[in-house]
């Protein structure tokens, strides 16, 4: 498996494969000696090189944090050979996620599905603690679907709707 | 002894008095909101009743309710916890009325320390030392003008109706305090229904050091040790420890003798806690009294071994204490971190949502009072007071060691939390030295959390960051999953996961 990472400002390149329980692992083109466990869903046991650190996962708005001890860091992960069947590297502008920044109550949904939108265009507002926050449109497309309505009750990171 | 014991609040404490209640063999009742069904208090009661709606005003501090669960259920003992009811002197004493026993304090006892104003007349009396200004309620704007001339500026205004920061103003110059006092009245007004405002001399850079009693309702009042409660944000206790690393033996025994006497003009019974505010040179004041269990109690059990819900049990059920004011010996010390659901990248607002990942820590000295459990929903609509973590050492240096251990070990995901907070607390070099008082944490520059540009670390991310991809990361295949877009077929996508699933467990 082929991985590019974003982390920051900085990308990486990750290949990681797994044969008859051995891990082989470079990063940048490195060769690194890793094995890990999956100790349960969202905690992981990495070892590299003997190192251990106990790695959290938490999924969030549009990527991965991280945590490493008291660390953490925010990181995209594209995997080439995408789950949701987008392999085309050309298709960078492809379908579009419309993720929930924080845990609320869609008040209202300011557009119909099938709607072109524009980069940066309200899709729907979500309230909380009596703030109200506008979710914009990731990208100038149509709003492929809504998958929340009025009323509804989200979590962070939630998605609330496709634009492609 | 009681029977059954109804629980009249929710969250971690309502979880420390059903374990109380367990540990003595007395049966316990819960009471829930509509959101708080999955609550950890009522997962663990015996029995548990539902009582309406979310907000307060329908359901914990709903009095009709309440009392009508502990006649259905047959409860004789109703403890209120902190919060809510606890300090309400109309529900005391309609615990009275039905003949249910309350544990804690007498009506009678709670108005008469319930009253700012009040309390200080009644310290007055009793020849208690208290901050210098007006020991009743503010009659004009001329009246304030005079009596801070008199003790001097700064001044502070307050709400004799209540605390935690609300109709408090402090005041610098005389030409402020027309303004400062029209809007501590009107903060007053509404936030406890009280708009009466008194004035005290603003003692500078002061710690709050506050003592812990208890009474019988035999006669018996004790002191259990101080506890130093001076680091707070915006009048909330964040971190509380006993005993007070600038409080010695002599200063404990005369600030103890005088919470007693306090106790005492007020006829108390039962657990309570009196407040000081101390200068900078060790002169302590009276401030308040609270007429309950307070949050921070657990650092008072820590280092005198003694249980206080127990106690409060047993003080309630008419038992006499069963040790002197001789043989209480504080003996270690101890912390305790209060852990809020709240956002400190976003000036600590609430932050409520569901706790995708719980990982606690144990170990020595570790305890943890908790509300909490991995998979609940924290719900918007109370305190957002997750869990206590406290460390107890046989000295401060311990303490802070094994806390600070245990802070590494705690991971709360899901949700934002001020454990962060903690982490560079427990670290500073001024907490450290105990060098700190009341401003300390306001002071404390808000610093987001982000990530060390750490070559290393980022290259163990990027790492685990495939791992988790490979391997199935959980929580994030589960919202992948569950939130799949229309385009991937399902049948397909789930195959591969068995594969890669298949695959992780091979070699494990």
């Known amino acids: ?164 | 002894m009681f029977k059954k014991i109804l629980i009249a609040n929710r969250g971690e404490i309502a979880v420390r008095v059903i374990r109380a209640c367990h540990e003595m063999g007395i049966a316990a009742v819960a009471v829930y909101s509509d959101v708080d069904r999955a609550s950890l208090h009522v997962r663990h009661a015996d029995e548990a009743y539902p009582i309406g709606a979310a907000v307060s005003s329908e359901s914990y501090l709903n009095i009709e309710k309440i009392l009508d669960v502990a006649k259905r259920s047959g409860a004789d003992a109703i403890h209120p916890g902190y919060g809510f009811l606890s300090e309400n002197a109309q529900f005391a004493q309609a615990c009275a009325d039905a003949g249910v026993k309350f544990i804690g304090p007498t009506a009678a006892a709670m108005r008469a320390m319930g009253s700012k104003t009040k309390a200080r007349q009644a310290m007055e009396l009793a020849g208690v030392p208290f901050v210098p200004g007006t020991s009743r309620g503010l009659e004009s704007l001329e009246q304030a003008e005079n009596v801070a001339a008199r003790i001097g500026y700064p001044i502070m205004l307050k709400a004799a109706a209540g605390g935690g920061g609300k109709g408090m103003r402090l005041v610098h110059a005389r030409e402020d305090l027309k303004a400062a006092l029209e809007a501590a009245r009107s903060e007053a007004e509404r936030a406890f229904g009280d708009g009466e405002v008194y004035v005290e001399k603003a003692i500078v850079n002061p710690r709050h050091i506050e003592m812990q009693v208890l009474a019988d309702e035999h006669g018996h009042t004790l002191y259990l040790g101080e506890r130093e409660c001076s680091l707070q944000r915006r009048h909330q206790k964040v971190l509380e420890e006993a005993p007070s690393p600038v409080v010695d033996a002599d200063m404990r025994r005369k600030m103890g003798e005088v919470a007693v006497r306090v106790a005492r003009a007020a006829n108390y019974t039962n657990a309570g806690t009196v407040e000081f505010l101390v200068d900078q040179q060790k002169n302590f004041y009276f401030l308040e009294m609270n007429t309950r269990l307070q949050v921070e109690h657990p650092v008072t059990e820590l280092v005198t071994g003694l249980d206080l819900v127990q106690l409060q049990i047993r003080i309630a059920a008419g038992e006499k204490l069963s040790f002197t004011q001789d043989d209480i010996s504080i003996r270690g010390h101890a912390i305790e971190c209060r852990i809020y659901a709240e956002d400190p990248n976003n000036n600590y607002m609430p932050s409520p949502g569901k706790i995708a990942m719980l990982l606690e820590p144990a170990g020595p000295g570790i305890r943890i009072d908790s509300g909490i459990y991995e998979g609940w929903t924290v719900p918007m609509d109370y305190d957002p007071l997750l869990a206590k973590l406290i460390g107890y050492g046989d000295s401060r240096e311990e303490a802070i060691g094994r806390l600070s251990r245990a802070m590494s070990e705690y991971f709360v995901g899901g949700i934002k939390t001020n454990l962060g907070l903690f982490r560079r607390l427990l670290a500073d070099s001024d907490f450290r030295a105990a060098n700190f008082d009341t401003g300390f944490l306001d002071r404390m520059p808000l610093r987001e959390e982000t990530a060390s540009a750490n070559t290393r670390i980022e290259e163990v991310a990027a790492i685990a960051a495939g791992m988790f991809a490979i391997l199935g990361g959980g929580n994030m295949e589960a919202r992948a999953a569950a939130n799949s877009s229309a385009n991937e077929p399902a049948q397909a996508s789930s195959s591969w996961k068995n594969a890669s699933r298949r695959e992780a467990l091979r070699g494990t």
Do not use: F
Request: charged share 25%; glycine share 10%; with cysteine.
């Open chain 1, 1 to 164: 498996m082929i991985y590019d990472i974003a982390i920051g400002e900085k990308n990486y390149r990750l290949e990681l494969d797994r044969a008859s329980g051995e891990w082989s692992c470079r990063l940048d083109g490195c060769v690194i000696e890793a094995d890990a466990v999956l100790v349960r869903p969202g905690v992981l046991s990495l070892r590299l090189a003997n190192q251990c650190y106990e790695v959290r996962c938490e999924h969030l708005a549009g990527g991965l944090k991280i945590w490493i001890g008291q660390d953490s860091l925010n990181v995209e992960v594209r995997d080439p050979r995408s789950l949701r069947g987008r392999s085309r590297a050309s298709d960078e502008q492809g379908v579009k996620k419309l993720i929930a920044p924080m845990p609320g109550k869609v008040v209202r949904v300011l557009v119909e599905q099938g709607t072109h939108v524009e980069a940066g265009a309200g899709i729907m507002v979500v309230e909380a603690m009596k703030m109200q926050n506008e979710v914009k449109s990731p990208k100038k497309g149509k709003v492929q679907r809504l998958l929340v309505s009025q009323g509804a009750t989200v979590n962070a990171g939630d998605v609330l709707a496709i634009v492609e």
